[in-house]
């Protein structure tokens, strides 16, 4: 057991718990969204923009293809549901195996992501993911994308429901450490393979390329 004395652990999900979805999955979903809505052609620069945008560039894509912003984005959302639900049941998104180590570590734990909280609920359903008594996934409106990380909205709302004062986060992502220092908490940064070369803008607390690693912290 780790001396750090955190009450809790909490995960990001993508590149953490499970794979990332394939970028070309996600790259389809964003033309079926935009083919649901629009009679225009998407361009390749709006398929990546509506990937992971900011507010700002959902409403000058959803400009330009005339439709509102909210309807795009609902649009959107359901068609990332979709696409991730069909790559979870066919097994190409799946767990990684140091999952296991969780059951070690004697401490609450949660889920805080940029998924979909629907998307999140699929994967703890159909991948029978157990122990986690608290899990956020980003509502799919546009108020979820101000919310999303690196703002610490949904990390904190995990802290506060989960009732902890010391939580360890858990991430792959510059986000994911950017967001623990906003909530006032320690990340671990997990160097999986996807990001041997990944540069972070600060030091977090703790670097581990498996979560078995987390029984040494925890």
């Not at 909210?70 to 359901?78: D, G, H, I, M, S």
């Not at 180590?101 to 159909?126: D, F, M, R, Y």
């Not at 994308?145 to 004062?165: F, H, Q, T, W």
């Given at each position: ?16 718990l499970t794979t990332p979805t394939e970028y070309d999955v ?25 990937i992971s945008p900011s507010v700002a560039s959902l409403r ?107 939580p360890l986060y858990v991430g792959d992502s510059r986000v ?43």
């Amino acid at each position: 057991m780790g001396a750090n004395t955190y009450d809790a652990v909490i995960f990001d999900n993508d590149g953490v718990l499970t794979t990332p979805t394939e970028y070309d999955v996600l790259v389809e979903a964003m033309r079926t969204a935009l083919e649901t809505v629009s009679d225009t052609e998407p361009t390749d620069e709006h398929l990546e923009t509506l990937i992971s945008p900011s507010v700002a560039s959902l409403r000058q894509v959803a400009e330009t293809h005339a439709v509102e912003a909210e309807t795009l984005w609902r649009a959107r959302e359901q068609a990332a549901i979709a696409a991730q639900r069909a790559e979870i049941t066919a097994g190409r998104k799946h767990l990684y195996d140091d999952v296991a180590a969780l059951e070690q570590l004697g401490v609450p734990q949660a889920i805080v992501s940029n998924n979909q909280h629907e998307t999140i609920k699929n994967i703890l359903e159909h991948l029978a993911l157990d122990g986690f008594e608290v899990w956020y996934g980003r509502e799919p409106t546009v108020q979820g994308i101000k919310r999303k990380k690196p703002n610490a909205y949904y990390l904190e709302s995990a802290i506060d429901e989960l009732g902890v004062s010391n939580p360890l986060y858990v991430g792959d992502s510059r986000v994911d450490v950017t967001a623990a220092e906003k909530a006032g908490i320690d990340a671990a940064f997990i160097r999986r393979e996807h990001r041997h070369e990944y540069e972070l803008p600060t030091t977090p607390a703790h670097e581990i390329h498996s979560l078995e690693g987390l029984l040494d912290l925890v």
